[in-house]
């Protein structure tokens, strides 16, 4: 079963990084500098920001559907990040070291299983959710604090 990890557009973002900070605040919206090179994880690039670096840490809509599942939450997105990472049969680096939440979602949007796994297991976790008929992609979440971390689909 082939899938497909793909981070977040950056054209999503790139009209924000020219804002200053009162017109980010307004937005709930804010300009931080990584502090550490763990913590900071990036939904554009799918990894870790280094301490030093430029983010934004905003509210994003990542389950855009009509119904009880729409949801949102906070992400990083850094500056340097050009162009989504994509990952095609293989899982980030960084999610290797992470208890993932794995959300198995229908082509309407409803949620249809879950389950809380080590990154280490994440390659088995996706294929048994993608045996099943009824799901049509994969939300990853950071299990503790519970963010959004990325999509997966068939590929």
Do not use: K
């Amino acid at each position: 079963m082939s899938y497909r990890i793909a981070g977040l557009s950056p054209d999503l973002f790139a009209h924000l990084w020219p804002l200053d900070d009162a017109s980010l605040d307004m937005q709930a919206i804010r300009r931080v500098v990584a502090d550490n090179d763990r913590g900071f994880p990036c939904r554009v690039s799918l990894d870790n920001a280094s301490a030093g670096e430029t983010l934004l840490l905003l509210p994003f809509q990542h389950h855009d559907v009509a119904g009880p599942y729409r949801a949102g939450g906070p992400i990083f997105v850094r500056e340097q990040a050009t162009q989504a990472a994509v990952f095609v049969d293989r899982i980030p680096d960084t999610f290797l070291r992470r208890l993932l939440s794995v959300r198995a979602y229908d082509a309407s949007g409803w949620m249809q299983a879950s389950e809380v796994v080590e990154g280490t297991q994440l390659i088995q976790a996706i294929e048994a959710f993608f045996q099943r008929e009824e799901v049509d992609y994969l939300h990853l979440h950071n299990a503790r604090p519970g963010c959004f971390a990325a999509r997966v689909d068939r590929h």
